[in-house]
Each structure stands twice: as C-alpha cells, then as structure tokens.
C-alpha cells in the first residue's frame, strides 16, 4: 500500500522561504507522477504544482517563478521549495501521488505565512 507523508511546515514570515518534501513508502520502484495541492481555510483545495514521471512540471499562476517541484527517487520523495511566500500562500499543503489504483494522498502539512 502507497503512503506519503508530508513534512516541512511551519510559520514564515513574508517574503522567507521553505521546502516541503512529501516521503512515499510501499509497493512502488520509482516515484509516479505526483503533485501538490493546497488547501486554505475556508476555500476549495486548489492545485500548486504537478510532476510528471519524465518531470514536465505545470504550476499554478499564482506560484509559477516562486516554487519549484524537484524529486529524489532515490530517496522515493517530492520536494516543494516556496520562496517570496506572502500571506495568500497559507494553507494545508497536500501531496498526491498517480498510482496504478489511483490516488494516494497524504495527510497534508500546514504552511503558516506571518505579514
């Protein structure tokens, strides 16, 4: 069974940075195609990036020029690095991995971005 656990939240100030990285474990070689999603209080979760296995990455507008998705495949991990976040970049962020089933997804790690 595919699980994903993500990691790496916590509280920024405008402007700072953070990397999320979302670990997955079980059944699978390589990672698949996976992405990050994000989900602010209140508000409809919305897509942040998504990866390819060959690692054509599409981002959502409002992120593109300030994360980046990177993956280790030997570590079986997907990175998230946030930069220039602001307020609007606060939320639950959630990986999901493309699996032969379906989707996997993780339990989500919360980014808090102070003004």
């Known amino acids: 069974q595919v699980q994903l656990l993500e990691s790496g939240g916590g509280v920024v100030k405008s402007w700072g940075s953070l990397r999320l990285a979302c670990r997955v474990s079980?059944?699978?070689?390589?990672?698949?195609?996976m992405g990050w999603y994000r989900q602010a209080q209140g508000k409809q979760r919305e897509r942040v990036g998504i990866?390819?296995?060959?690692?054509?990455?599409r981002y959502a507008g409002s992120v593109t020029g300030r994360f980046t998705i990177s993956r280790d495949n030997a570590k079986k991990t997907l990175y998230l690095q946030m930069n220039d976040v602001t307020p609007e970049d606060t939320g639950l962020y959630l990986c999901?991995?493309?699996?032969?089933?379906?989707?996997?997804w993780g339990r989500g790690t919360q980014v808090t971005v102070s003004s």
């Open positions: 999901v991995a493309r699996i032969p089933s379906g989707e996997s």
């Open positions: 079980g059944g699978i070689a390589d990672l698949p195609g």
């Open positions: 990866q390819a296995e060959v690692c054509t990455t």
